[in-house]
C-alpha cells in the first residue's frame, strides 16, 4: 500500500521554471554567456550551483565568482516566485486527491528551504503537507537519493511504500535510487526522452493523474 506522497516542487507543483530560466539569462548576460531559454532547459532539475558549474566549465569566464553568480540566481529566483508563479494544472487537485484518502504528503526538493516555505505560502498549500524537506540539507543534492530517503524518514514510513512524483530526470533518478515507486511528469518539450524510462508511470500532467492510476501504482512491487 502507497503511505505518503512525496512531491519535487519547482516545475511540478509550482509553475517557477520560466522565472528560473529569465533569471538565469540575465545573470550569465552579465558574464558574457547570451543564453536562450532552450540553453537553460538543459539544466532544468539540477542545485543552482550545478547550473553555474555547468556552464563555466563549457564556457569559462573571469571577472565574477561562482558562488556570487550562484546566489544572484537564487535571490532573484526568489523574487520573481514570490511575485509571480503560479501552481501548475492539476497541482492543487492531487493534493486534494491525498488529502481525501488521508495519506501523508511532503515535498523533497533540491531548493533552498526558504524558497519552498515561500512557495506552499504563495500557493496556500501549506496545510496539506506533514513535511517539506531541502536536499541542501542533506550531504548530496539531487539526483542522488538523499533529499527523498531523509524524506522518508521524517514521515517514518519506508520508500518503498511512498509515491514520488517527478519533472526531471536527475529529480526521477534521486526518487529511483531511493527505492520510491515513481511518477514522471516531463515539460512538454522533453516528454519523450528515453531519461524517463525509470519511471513507473509517465502522465503529460497531473491533471491525468486518476483513482484508476493510483491503483495501479498500489500494485508495483
Not at 71 to 80: F, H, K, N, P, Q
Not at 125 to 141: C, G, K, M, P, Q
Not at 158 to 187: Q, W, Y
Request: glycine letters at 6%; a negative charge.
Amino acid at each position: 500500500m502507497i503511505q505518503a506522497a512525496i512531491f519535487d516542487m519547482d516545475g511540478l507543483l509550482v509553475d517557477s521554471e520560466p522565472h528560473w530560466r529569465i533569471v538565469e539569462i540575465d545573470v550569465f548576460r552579465t558574464v558574457g554567456l547570451e543564453l536562450t531559454d532552450e540553453d537553460c532547459m538543459r539544466t532544468t532539475g539540477l542545485p543552482t550551483r550545478a547550473v553555474v558549474d555547468y556552464w563555466y566549465e563549457r564556457f569559462p569566464w573571469t571577472g565574477r565568482d561562482l558562488d556570487e553568480l550562484s546566489d544572484e540566481i537564487l535571490a532573484g529566483a526568489y523574487d520573481r516566485i514570490g511575485r509571480l508563479a503560479g501552481p501548475m494544472p492539476g497541482s492543487l487537485a492531487i493534493l486534494q486527491f491525498f488529502r481525501e484518502r488521508s495519506i501523508p504528503m511532503a515535498i523533497a526538493s533540491a531548493s533552498p528551504m526558504h524558497l519552498i516555505e515561500l512557495v506552499i505560502d504563495r500557493l496556500g498549500i501549506r496545510d496539506y503537507f506533514t513535511v517539506w524537506h531541502s536536499a541542501t540539507l542533506e550531504a548530496h543534492n539531487k539526483p542522488a537519493p538523499d533529499v527523498y530517503l531523509g524524506t522518508a524518514r521524517k514521515l517514518n514510513v519506508s520508500p518503498a511504500d511512498c509515491l514520488a512524483f517527478e519533472d526531471s530526470g536527475n529529480g526521477l533518478k534521486s526518487a529511483h535510487a531511493a527505492g520510491m515507486r515513481t511518477v514522471a511528469v516531463p515539460a512538454e518539450y522533453e516528454l519523450d526522452d528515453p531519461k524517463f524510462a525509470l519511471a513507473d508511470y509517465i502522465i503529460p500532467s497531473l491533471t491525468a493523474f486518476n483513482a484508476e492510476l493510483f491503483l495501479k501504482l498500489e500494485t508495483v512491487n
